[in-house]
């Protein structure tokens, strides 16, 4: 999802190395004897799909798709979008699982409302080792398609939902806070890894190394709008050039590519990620 303020970065200097020994796992999950996958290929020609699939653009090498609509690419790496920490929106037609109106009513915020910028999306309730457990449970089948799919990598969206209030009347409401949702994290890439799944971390450029790389175990990184927010820098800091940058407006897709356009993937595309064709597509890689 789409970044919605700009966060002072703690840009801490880490050898981005792919080639990491796979964590111990907690939560129940079989711990592979090696490193079964690895990160998107550096500086790949990159497609933003998950408003829906459509034949990829001439020298696409990596494309990210839905993991309920959406297919794994043929000859080109494939990261599979999970809404983790929040709902999807119940319209669109779709009885989608992961659909608000489907998840288990005990693992949404309901009281809370929708997110206060991206109508129909819930957060999901993780603020107990029990809810988080549940939670996991809830998503397994969701990860699992990815890697029945064909999928190489898996992009948990909205790792960053115990501020989405921030700035509003709830603000300090929401009942969880950095600490859970990096044990939530943790607990979903370890899901992903012994599925053989390499897990992007996605956007939340203010979480240190030591805790992105190191304690969630987090592969590459999927930052929106961080030329937008000077932030492309501090993702590089910790992933080297496993970054893949997402701008929606033009001027800052210009400004990325001139910053970092020949060490990592860039892509321009309209917040609506939709199909060409449709109004307001957009599409430009560097």
């Known amino acids: 999802m789409i970044r919605r303020v700009s966060v002072l970065a703690l840009a801490i200097p880490l050898a981005a190395s792919c080639a990491v020994a796979a964590p111990e796992l907690t939560s129940g999950v079989t711990a592979l004897p090696e490193q079964a996958w690895s990160a998107p ?8 799909q998950i408003g829906g699939d459509y034949p990829l653009p001439d020298g696409v090498d990596v494309v990210s798709r839905d993991w309920y609509a959406g297919e794994s690419p043929d000859g080109a790496y494939g990261i599979c979008y999970v809404n983790a920490f929040q709902t999807q929106s119940d319209d669109g037609g779709l009885d989608r699982p992961d659909a608000q109106s489907n998840w288990p009513a005990h693992l949404v915020l309901s009281e809370l409302g929708d997110d206060p910028n991206w109508g129909g999306e819930y957060l999901v309730d993780i603020s107990t080792p029990e809810k988080q457990a549940d939670a996991i449970e809830y998503l397994r089948p969701m990860i699992e398609t990815c890697a029945t799919k064909g999928f190489s990598a898996v992009e948990y969206d909205n790792l960053d939902s115990w501020i989405r209030f921030d700035g509003t009347p709830l603000e300090g409401q929401v009942p969880f806070g950095e600490e859970e949702a990096v044990e939530f994290a943790t607990l979903l890439t370890e899901v992903a890894h012994s599925l053989e799944l390499a897990s992007a971390q996605k956007n939340t450029v203010e979480l240190p190394a030591e805790v992105s790389r190191e304690q969630i175990g987090f592969d590459f990184a999927i930052a929106e709008s961080c030329g937008r927010w000077q932030e492309c820098q501090d993702y590089r800091a910790v992933y080297g050039d496993h970054l893949i940058a997402i701008e929606y407006e033009r ?34 890689a560097c």
């Open 41 to 48: 290929p550096i500086d790949a020609t990159f497609d933003y």
């Open 251 to 284: 001027q800052y897709f210009d400004a990325t590519c001139a910053e970092v356009g020949d060490s990592v993937s860039v892509v321009l595309r309209n917040v609506a990620v939709s199909r060409p064709g449709t109004p307001g597509y957009q599409y430009d």
